[in-house]
């Protein structure tokens, strides 16, 4: 169990939109104080507002997380603000939709570069200061890192490293006794302003994988994480099928993918290929937590909060209930018949 919320200094990085800008929002309404960090500087001071909004303390700092510069300067300055950083959650991202063969080699580097690099620099940025406080880093990863999908190597490439350079970094931290933890967060789909922004190779608007949810609730799982770390916690139940499929049957995922991989991820409404994108450079505006799919979002995960209020076996034991319930009905009826 780490310092209670209330008390922490909680460093958010990627809080302009999204999953990131959820969980600052969320974070101020606990009595966090709160460092939101991304490169949209208009973004970045509404996400103080609805900190300050909560009650709470807040500061933007304009950050580029391809640059260890920026990243030390961001550790700096909350330490130089509130003291100390409890919490470091990562949750910048970008994309191409696009097949592998489609991809430019800067597209692919580029992805690399801010959803791996930036996350690897920004680990080592935060580490001096977390083991100050023995905190916790939460990145906020995919369920994706355990299983590619068509159209988003490079993403789902990003994921998968960034998993396994944590899994090497939380077993160092382990060895010499740093009392720091690291957290990864696997959502599913999410409803976040990205799928407007993210570059697109098809001339069709991206949409997440349904079923889609909203990014409060991957919030509370990060906020659990600042707490209660967890190794790695998947969000909603889609996320977590994916990840037992992917263990179970590897092929069983190919011929699903098959099947829906190309129009599971696109609205079907006709998008320009030239439409402005965040791949490079931020696009101006204040894009705010959620994406356009508010009305088949869904608020709430009922597998993701038997997971944080039971625990891993607790919420299993949930499920298995109406599981083994439908099995001794089925075996009753057929041995009657």
Not at 8 to 35: E, F, P
Request: glycine share 10%.
């Amino acid at each position: 169990m780490k310092t209670p919320l209330a008390d922490q200094v909680v460093v958010v990085l990627g809080a302009s939109s999204g999953i990131g800008r959820a969980t600052a929002r969320a974070a101020g309404r606990r009595g966090a104080r709160v460092v939101v960090a991304a490169r949209n500087e208009e973004a970045l001071a509404a996400a103080v507002r609805e900190v300050e909004a909560a009650g709470s303390e807040g500061i933007a700092v304009v950050t580029d997380t391809t640059s260890a510069n920026d990243l030390e300067a961001l550790c700096a300055g909350a330490v130089e603000r509130f003291g100390r950083i409890d919490t470091f959650v990562a949750s910048v991202m970008v994309t191409v939709y696009a097949e592998v063969e489609q991809l430019d080699a800067e597209e692919l580097r580029r992805v690399m570069d801010v959803n791996f690099l930036g996350r690897a620099l920004a680990y080592r940025a935060a580490l001096p200061y977390l083991k100050r406080s023995r905190g916790t880093f939460v990145d906020v990863n995919s369920g994706l890192a355990y299983r590619g999908i068509p159209l988003q190597a490079a993403y789902c490439a990003s994921k998968a490293a960034g998993r396994a350079f944590f899994e090497s970094a939380r077993t160092e931290q382990e060895k010499h006794g740093t009392g720091v933890d690291i957290s990864l967060i696997l959502p599913g789909g999410i409803n976040t302003p990205q799928f407007d922004r993210g570059r697109q190779k098809r001339g069709l608007q991206p949409q997440p994988v349904p079923p889609i949810y909203q990014p409060e609730v991957v919030a509370e799982a990060v906020l659990h994480c600042c707490e209660r770390p967890e190794r790695e916690l998947p969000v909603t139940w889609a996320a977590q099928k994916l990840l037992w499929g992917q263990k179970l049957s590897p092929r069983a995922g190919d011929l699903v993918l098959l099947r829906n991989g190309w129009k599971g991820q696109t609205t079907g409404e006709p998008k320009a290929v030239d439409s402005p994108d965040n791949l490079y450079a931020s696009i101006p505006g204040d894009p705010g937590a959620r994406g356009r799919f508010d009305e088949c979002a869904r608020s709430g995960s009922g597998w993701t909060e038997a997971r944080l209020r039971l625990g891993k076996v607790g919420s299993i034991a949930v499920l298995a209930g109406p599981v083994a319930a439908l099995a001794i009905g089925y075996h009753e009826v057929t041995k009657r018949r």
